[in-house]
């Protein structure tokens, strides 16, 4: 029996472990369920996780790693789009295929590489979705715009401040933050500007504990985020009392809606005794789209291993349907051709449909 | 009690090392051969099951560990120096870019070992030889990749573009002001300099420097300034960043940008004493890469810059093309000679200095800077030397990384990679070259090849659950191995004679302070230890009297 | 100030029955310096015993074994009938010792008086601390002046005189002293060494003495050991010592 | 021959005039006025002391001397240069070295390097040099290994070469900070309790070395001491400071008899005359 | 903009300043007794006081539904990380620093950092067995509320007269302060007036000679990682109370800044401590809100600095202190006596 192989490039150490872990364990739940399909093509197939710790050159490290093992032949990852540039640049020679369940960035795929695909929407996409969500929605006439100084909540904020310039909003405000725990600046500014609306690109456990701080300060603004908010646990850092008039734009549909998501969010609560995140689910179904397209490799080749390159292809031109995010296929640079954003809405600590609207990236 | 050990010799009988040419060659040609073999998919797939044994990963890390020890070990044994010739550059002009040629994740390693090789060497002086504990280290090397990643890059066009669009009130008149201020602050400079050799200096004298140096500093600003703005009617040609054909250049300029970065943080910080050294440089390596993380124009924030150029060598690539690489692999190739080149020089630099009057200067300073002063070693200079000369290490190592990552950003330069550096050193033996060389090697190799064998070859292990796959835990590996390492050789793998005579100096004794010396960065002499103090209003120095 | 003389209540020789501390064939390193071949000495209680010798004897590597700063790698050594070698320093300080080290050793950072109280750190009871410190004020007046100055910040003698009220403040059984006399000026080497007789005969306290000045040591000890590069060359009643042709030309200047 | 690269020898006769002039000199520390307006003069080519009663502020007026304090008042020429507000390296560099009360060796270095560190501030090479290893490198590593070679025969320790500093014994450990100071080359060197901690017999080879110095190396010799029989044979010229304040100065038998110093210093014990003689011991 | 806004935004602004300089100071004094005594940054301290956080979270887990006191839920809180903080930074001293006493001070350093990973990836691995990598606190009833708001209770006027000039607290954060000054107050006290303080500053002079003294040195120095441990815990505890939220890793920030403070202060003085973190506290936020004044007051270059700059206000305070007074604001000027 033939050994292949996909990897997950993820931060399984350091401060962002938890969401690294969440994409691991996502698509380890995708090839335990996928494995037997492999079997009986007489494949035995098996998940490689790498460590990046969130680390441009570690993860780079581990992509030139990971080109030199040709069992493997494709990648999931990578968590922070900062990692995912030079990483996808690394495996690009050798074709191997490189498929993002988080990485947002507009650079990841603006550089064209053959081998990079994401599942997730585009920063300018979400971006504006969020803004106009801020408008329309919320009928914001004054927005603050926070960010977490990383590439991808600084990224998604400026989008977001573009978008609403664009249109007209008054930003009252618009920085960045590495701070974790303390806000009390923050919030004072809010509280001397008011805005109508504010928004955050950043991760859920940052701006949590910057919700709950404002509510504290008795502030009911709504707090407006993207994909990074989409977690389970982001209610509970909030603590009931202020879990509320809180949205964010996915492009995972909430896990209660589908049947599929909640089978999947019971195995992988089963497997991995944690509960299931949207990084969960986006790894699960970037690696669900990983192994479908490889899947398609394999018979297109006959039933033998196919080339990094036919992988590689494959994927690129594939449809996949039945994911947790809908249906999948790339466009030529490999941003997901059409997608739904679903603006979610966390109600007295529930995470509810707002809305959703499609979105489409710039190229096709 | 009758201690009833008896007394051992007083002299330790000198061990004589026999020769180990044969071992060593044999060595070299068994791991040679096992690293191209496991490095070949090929010969792997013809091994059968011996094959499988070699592709485990962590079988592989070892291999690659095990061959990179042949260098070590020609270092180290006894051994013919045709035979020490061989195997070193044997090693790596010949087996190491062969294997990579089907690896190139080897390449890829070896760079980042010796980019951090010559980090912790830089490093080295500053902590290891001046007793400058710097804990802001990766500023420097940010320096270096941010000099060059800023010109080769389309950030180059952006900001040309930016200043076309905002030129303010900048044009030929402020480069004609900004080269008049240059060269007049810099000519006081030098007469000042030359004015205190003959008449002693002065208060005044000393910050009138300071004054033409604040001076030079705007001069240039202005300069630069004016011709970035003057030069911004070819934004569009320089989209892409500069040509390639400059890097040569910057590899000057880089070494030169990290030094002047470190005068002017030394300059301020240096007065300071030990620890206060210490957190001063920790916070000041922040500030540099916070300023990365928010000069937008300049350095693209967090979002990084991307593509970074790198040099383009026509008769190198062709050469690489005869020899079989890929032309993906040119580059990496490329830099992999050129770090090759530079660890030797930078080897080259350190060795030379420590041998010399300023090498002895360093350590004088570590071991009583009271004592040092008195015999006439100018502090100040002496350790702004040190400072200086390990920034510009880390900044033309720093440029390198930038051209083999083609991506940088602040996430790069975090606290993080200044106590990795750090760890470096003195896991591989503060002051000693060759051990700081192999502290890089080993905690690189343990990074980047057998934590993430070790969490690969147990990924598909059915009895390890993937909760406490060790992929997980690479923190409380490598955390454990480094606390092993310092526990059972605390004077580090290759330490320094000078260090290992400080440390034994008498197992007999209740404790090291015995000496007065006991800390590595302590002034000799008496000890003066901050203490805790106490809040007595009235314990100012001073009597009743 | 009469001129110091040894004791007359005791015998020359030192008090007689079981010596209160004893060494036998110790050996001591630093790393591979043999520094101690093999050394026997002993002190009874109440006495005085001078040690001398020449620059790097062993002089003051025999006072820290004594003490435990340094563990002897080979021999015995019993202070009160145990056995003490290896004891670690503060467990033979609690049985009654004192040490007043090479180099003075005050604690810098504390002002002169907290150096007398931490002298005193085996005592627990206030009241008999400050008669002590006063005790030492007494002996040194400067040290009352400056009770608030930094001890780093005191001078050379001046810490000298600190160390040794320090050393003071428990009223040691048995008081070893390296060097007291080491910086100090005319007046106070004279000072001290009528300090160390008054103790010797008052308190009754043993002192086990290594000196440079010999010609003092000698004139107040009532045995004294000469050591010559870690062996023990000579030891003898101390007046006879002084007398020595040999001794008088190696460590007494004498031509 | 080779002396003469390292040290000019007594070349020049003595001229009469003083080669440190120090005046009104005072350090204040917080309320305490360590050394109290202090004014001396040091005749070139002899050998004086500094005396008093602990605390006196003798190191202090060494200290200030040496740059390593700045004084609250006064003035300090050598050879006609002021040097208040020089750092210590200045100094040295101007041609005063000093030894220290508490004996600051490099600890990690073997005696010859010490002495060879002693030698940096005269070395002609620079960075540039040293990583080119120029001519000049060779040069001044050649002179300072010389330096280190002839100080070491001078004091005597040519034994404890490669022996590591702070593992000499005590009185070598004197001496070889005195060679390292020698090795600056200075015009001054400026000893602080040279004979503490040696036996009477070490301190009569201390004082023919002492003189040695001046006598054929030609560097003027300034130090502190509470030896007195050390002092009083030694000394051509006596300054005493008590409390900060210069109480006596003058020729050996004048200060030794100056009830002044008597009272403070010497002690009532101590008649005129038994100092300096060939003490006998006072049992 | 009217006074009547800005004056309580500033006033706000200093008062979570100050609030966040309490959590630093105390913080900062675990690291201070640690470096007093061996000079050695204790890098482990970050997750000694993260520990202390987590055995916080978990007792008002445990006790979450229990109708106890919520002050007795906080002592029992305090007094359970105080101890496993305690016996904790004690263990790290035992395994990790003893055996180097005589080794060059960065190796101990290094050692610090190894144990720092260690324990990051233990907590991680404690924590995610139950499923949980944040842990945000439950905190008892009324702790969120304002201050003094309830109307007609006894402190109500104080309450009253605090947000009448703007302050805007949370009893949480008055029970942070109070619990800070508490234990400040009892440390200096130890430190400076006791015989084991002072045993314990003899010990960090000079280890020997402490020995000659009948100290036993290996003891104090336990006693001093016991007490550092324990106001780790403490920290923890109130970290977690004030901010609501940690993980295994949130102590690295906060503990780096701490140092700060300490080296600031004056290393190794327990009130340069507290007045460092107090000023760092209040610098940081001072500093995030920068551009509202650049707004105000027309000046563009401060309109740039934003919250994006406060981390490393405190590293720039620092190294213009440290200029003109290099041994931090109470540090002892270190006259080397040669
Ligand atoms: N810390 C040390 N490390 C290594 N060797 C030492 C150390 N201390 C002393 N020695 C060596 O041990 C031997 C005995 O030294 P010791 O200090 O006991 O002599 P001493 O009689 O006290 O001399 P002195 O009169 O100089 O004080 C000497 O050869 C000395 O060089
Ligand atoms: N940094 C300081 N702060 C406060 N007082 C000081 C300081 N340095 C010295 N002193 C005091 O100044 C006086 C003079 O000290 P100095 O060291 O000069 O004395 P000395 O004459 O060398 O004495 P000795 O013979 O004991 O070495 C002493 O009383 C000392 O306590
Ligand atoms: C949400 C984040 C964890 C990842 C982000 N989408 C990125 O591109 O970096
Ligand atoms: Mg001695
Ligand atoms: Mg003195």
């Known amino acids: 029996q033939t050994t292949i192989k996909i990897a997950t490039i993820s931060p399984l150490s350091g401060g962002q472990s938890n969401l690294g872990t969440q994409i691991r364990n996502g698509a380890q739940l995708a090839v335990n369920e996928y494995a037997p399909q492999f079997k009986k093509l007489g494949f035995n197939l098996q998940l490689v996780p790498y460590d990046d710790q969130a680390d441009p050159a570690t993860g780079t490290a581990a992509a030139r790693k990971i080109a030199a093992d040709n069992q493997i032949l494709a990648v999931v990852g990578t968590l922070n789009s900062g990692v995912a540039i030079p990483a996808s640049a690394a495996l690009a020679p050798s074709n191997l295929v490189m498929i993002s369940p988080a990485n947002t960035a507009n650079q990841v795929t603006d550089r064209g590489l053959a081998n990079m695909n994401r599942i997730v929407a585009r920063d300018d996409s979400q971006g504006p979705a969020g803004a106009n969500f801020i408008m329309d929605n919320l009928k914001a006439k004054k927005v603050y715009v926070l960010n977490d100084k990383t590439a991808y909540g600084e990224g998604l904020a400026a989008e977001v401040e573009k978008a609403l310039k664009a249109k007209g909003v008054t930003i009252s405000g618009s920085e960045g933050t590495e701070e974790k725990s303390d806000f009390s600046s923050i919030v004072a500014k809010i509280k001397l500007t008011r805005p109508d609306a504010i928004y955050f690109g950043g991760i859920y456990n940052q701006i949590g504990v910057f919700i709950k701080q404002l509510r504290g300060a008795g502030i009911t603004t709504p707090v407006v985020g993207g994909d990074g908010l989409d977690s389970s646990e982001l209610p509970t850092i909030v603590g009931k009392a202020g879990a509320n008039n809180i949205y964010y734009t996915t492009v995972a549909a909430p896990l209660e809606a589908l049947p599929a998501a909640k089978t999947f969010a019971a195995s992988f609560q089963k497997t991995f005794n944690n509960p299931a995140q949207g990084f969960g689910a986006f790894g699960y179904d970037a690696a669900t789209v990983t192994l479908k397209g490889l899947l398609e490799a394999i018979r297109a080749n006959g039933n033998k291993a196919p080339t990094r390159k036919m992988v590689q292809d494959t994927i690129r031109k594939g449809t996949y349907k039945g994911l947790l995010s809908g249906e999948v296929s790339f466009n030529s640079v490999g941003d997901r051709k059409a997608a739904t954003l679903y603006v979610m809405n966390i109600k007295d600590g529930k995470a509810v449909l707002e809305t959703s609207l499609p979105v489409k990236p710039p190229k096709n | 009690m009758t201690v009833a050990n008896p007394a051992k010799p007083a002299v330790r009988p000198p061990t004589v090392q026999p020769d180990r040419t044969f071992w060593l060659m044999l060595f070299f040609i068994v791991s040679s051969v096992l690293l191209l073999v496991s490095h070949s998919p090929e010969m792997l797939r013809n091994l059968g099951p011996l094959g499988d044994v070699l592709r485990n990963k962590v079988i592989e890390a070892l291999v690659v560990s095990l061959f990179l020890a042949n260098v070590l070990f020609a270092y180290l044994w006894k051994a013919a120096n045709w035979a020490k010739l061989i195997v070193g550059l044997g090693s790596l002009l010949f087996v190491l870019p062969l294997a990579g040629q089907t690896d190139t994740s080897l390449l890829d390693l070896s760079i980042q070992i010796m980019i951090f090789a010559a980090l912790a060497l830089g490093l080295n002086i500053v902590v290891g030889l001046a007793g400058l504990l710097d804990l802001g280290y990766v500023a420097f090397f940010a320096v270096g990749a941010y000099t060059w990643g800023i010109f080769a890059s389309p950030r180059f066009g952006e900001v040309l573009r930016y200043y076309g669009e905002n030129p303010g009130s900048t044009g030929a008149g402020t480069l004609a002001i900004g080269l008049v201020l240059t060269a007049v602050t810099a000519g006081s400079m030098v007469y000042i300099k030359g004015l205190q050799a003959r008449v002693a200096p002065t208060r005044l004298s000393d910050r009138s420097f300071l004054l033409a140096g604040i001076g030079l500093l705007a001069g240039i600003i202005l300069v630069a300034r004016s011709i970035v703005v003057l030069s911004s009617g070819s934004a569009e040609a320089l989209a892409n960043g500069i040509s390639p054909g400059f890097f040569w250049l910057f590899l000057a300029l880089s070494i030169m940008a990290a030094a002047v970065v470190g005068l002017l943080i030394g300059l301020p910080v240096l007065k300071l004493k030990g620890d206060y050294l210490a957190i001063i440089t920790l916070g000041l390596g922040e500030v540099i890469r916070v300023l990365a993380n928010n000069l937008d124009l300049y350095t693209a924030g967090s979002q990084g810059i991307t593509p970074v150029g790198s040099a383009s060598v026509p008769w190198f690539n ?226 009743s009297r | 100030m009469s001129s110091p003389t040894p004791s007359a209540h005791l015998a020359k020789d030192g008090p007689g029955g079981t010596p209160m501390l004893e060494l036998s064939d110790i050996h001591s390193y630093y790393d591979h310096i043999h520094a101690l071949k093999g050394i026997s000495l002993t002190a009874h209680e109440g006495e005085i015993v001078a040690l001398i010798g020449g620059n790097g004897a062993g002089k003051t590597t025999t006072l820290r074994t004594v003490s435990g700063m340094m563990k002897p790698r080979h021999g015995t050594l019993t202070y009160l009938g145990q056995d003490i070698a290896g004891k670690p320093a503060h467990q033979t300080m609690q049985m009654g010792m004192s040490h007043v080290p090479e180099g003075r050793r005050i604690f810098p950072q504390l002002t002169v008086r907290e150096n007398l109280e931490v002298g005193a750190y085996t005592l627990t009871d206030r009241k008999l601390i400050e008669e002590r410190v006063q005790e030492g004020f007494a002996y040194f007046p400067r040290l009352k002046e400056r009770e608030n100055q930094l001890g780093g910040t005191m001078s050379g003698g001046e810490q000298q005189m600190l160390a040794i009220a320090r050393a003071l403040m428990v009223n040691p059984r048995l008081l070893l002293l390296d060097e007291p006399s080491m910086g100090l000026s005319p007046l106070f080497v004279e000072a001290i060494f009528d300090i160390i007789v008054k103790l010797n005969r008052e308190h009754n306290t043993t002192v086990l003495l290594v000196e440079q000045n010999a010609n003092m040591a000698l004139a107040i000890a009532h045995r004294a050991y000469v050591l010559q590069t870690g062996e023990m060359k000579l030891s003898g009643r101390a007046s006879d010592i002084a007398k020595d042709e040999s001794v008088r030309k190696a460590y007494l200047g004498d031509e | 021959m080779i002396k003469t690269t390292i040290h000019p020898g007594p070349a020049a006769p003595a001229s009469a005039g003083s080669i440190l002039e120090v005046s009104g000199l005072t350090k204040e520390f917080g309320g305490l006025t360590a050394v109290n307006s202090v004014t001396m003069n040091v005749p070139e080519r002899s050998i004086v002391s500094v005396i008093g009663p602990n605390g006196a502020g003798k190191t202090t007026f060494f200290n200030m001397i040496t740059g390593i304090y700045a004084p609250t008042h006064g003035s300090i020429h050598l050879a006609g240069r002021s040097l208040v507000g020089l750092r210590p390296d200045q100094v040295t560099e101007a041609g005063i070295a000093r030894t220290f009360q508490n004996i600051r060796l490099f600890s990690s270095m073997t005696s010859e390097e010490n002495i060879m560190v002693g030698r940096n501030s005269r070395l002609k090479s620079t960075f540039v040099d040293a990583v080119l290893r120029t001519r000049r490198f060779h040069e001044s590593e050649h002179e300072a290994r010389e330096a280190a070679r002839i100080m070491l025969d001078f004091v005597g320790l040519s034994r404890w070469r490669n022996e590591i500093a702070t593992n000499l014994p005590y009185g070598d450990q004197r001496k070889l900070e005195i060679a390292r100071a020698l090795a600056t080359t200075p015009k001054l060197i400026l000893l602080d309790e040279p004979a503490a901690g040696m036996n009477p017999r070490e301190t009569e080879d201390l004082k023919a070395l002492i003189r040695r110095v001046r006598d054929e190396l030609g560097v003027t010799v300034c130090l502190i001491e509470h030896d007195m029989r050390l002092v009083m044979t030694l000394s051509e010229y006596i300054t005493v400071l008590d409390y900060g304040s210069k109480i006596s100065e003058g020729l050996p038998h004048q200060v030794r008899n100056d009830p002044a110093v008597m009272e403070a210093y010497l002690g009532r014990g101590a008649a005129a005359g038994e100092y300096g003689k060939e003490e006998k011991p006072n049992v | 903009m009217e006074l009547s806004v800005l004056l309580p935004f500033i006033v706000n602004v200093i008062v979570g300043g100050l609030i966040l300089g309490f959590v630093y100071a105390i913080i900062a004094l675990g690291y201070t007794m640690v470096y007093g005594v061996l000079q050695l940054i204790n890098f482990a301290h970050s997750e000694v006081f993260i520990t202390g956080a987590v055995v916080g979270f978990e007792i008002f887990r445990i006790l979450q539904d229990s109708p106890m006191n919520g002050y007795l839920k906080l002592l029992l809180a305090l007094m359970s990380a105080m101890v496993v903080s305690g016996l904790l930074n004690v263990l790290i001293e035992r395994l990790a620093y003893r055996p180097l006493r005589g080794a060059p001070r960065l190796v101990p350093l290094i050692t610090a950092i190894g144990v720092s990973l260690i324990l990051q990836d233990v907590l991680r691995f404690l924590e995610g067995l139950q499923g949980r990598f944040d842990l945000t606190y439950t905190l008892p009833a009324g702790f969120g509320n304002k201050f003094c708001a309830a109307e007609g209770s006894s402190c109500a006027p104080l309450g009253n007269f605090l947000r009448s000039v703007g302050v805007d607290v949370q009893l949480k954060d008055v029970i942070l302060v109070v619990v800070a000054l508490v234990s400040l107050t009892v440390l200096n006290y130890v430190v400076n007036r006791t015989r084991l303080g002072k045993a314990i500053r003899a010990v960090s002079q000079d280890r020997v000679t402490a020995g000659l003294m009948g100290i036993d040195s290996n003891r104090m120095i336990s006693a001093t990682f016991l007490i550092g441990g324990a106001l780790g815990g403490v920290s923890g505890v109130l970290f977690g109370i004030k901010f609501g939220t940690v993980n295994a890793y949130s102590g690295f920030d906060p503990g780096i800044i701490a140092f700060t403070a300490a080296v600031l202060g004056g290393i190794g003085s327990i009130p340069g401590a507290v007045l460092g973190g107090l000023l760092l506290g209040v610098i940081q936020n001072l500093i995030g809100v920068m551009n509202i004044f650049g707004d105000l007051l027309g000046i563009d270059n401060l309109g740039t600095i934003d919250a994006s700059y406060s981390k490393i206000g405190p590293f720039i305070v620092l190294v213009l202190i440290l200029i003109f007074k290099p041994t931090g604001l109470l540090g002892k000027s270190n006259v080397e006596k040669v």
């Not at chain 2, 008195?374 to 390990?390: H, S």
């Not at chain 2, 290992?500 to 007999?508: C, F, N, S, V």
């Open chain 2, 318 to 543: 062709s050469l690489a093309g005869t020899l079989g690489f890929r032309p993906d692999q040119y580059n990496l190739l490329f830099l992999y000679m050129l770090v090759l080149v530079m660890i030797a020089v930078v080897l080259l630099v350190n060795v030379r200095l420590d041998q010399s009057r300023i090498g002895r200067a360093w350590i004088a300073i570590r071991d009583d800077e009271i004592a040092a002063q008195a015999m006439g070693v100018p502090l100040m200079q002496t350790k702004l030397i040190a400072f200086a000369t390990g920034a510009s290490f880390a900044g033309v190592m720093g440029m390198i990384f930038a051209a083999k990552q083609t991506f940088i950003s602040p996430e790069s330069f975090n606290l993080l990679q200044s106590i990795l550096v750090l760890s470096m050193v003195v896991l591989g033996g503060m002051g000693s070259f060759s051990g700081v060389i192999l502290g890089a090697a080993v905690v690189t190799l343990l990074n980047l090849r057998i934590l993430p064998g070790l969490g690969e070859a147990s990924a598909n292990v059915s009895w390890i659950p993937q909760e406490v796959n060790p992929a997980n835990y690479n923190r409380f590996i490598f955390g454990s191995i480094l606390v092993a390492m310092m526990l059972l050789r605390p004077e580090g793998l290759l330490p320094n004679k000078r260090r290992t005579r400080e440390l034994h100096h008498g197992e007999d004794q209740e404790d090291e302070s015995e000496d007065g010396n006991a800390g590595g960065l302590k002034a000799g002499g008496d000890v003066y230890s901050a203490g805790l103090a106490t809040i007595k209003e009235d314990d100012r120095p001073g009597g």
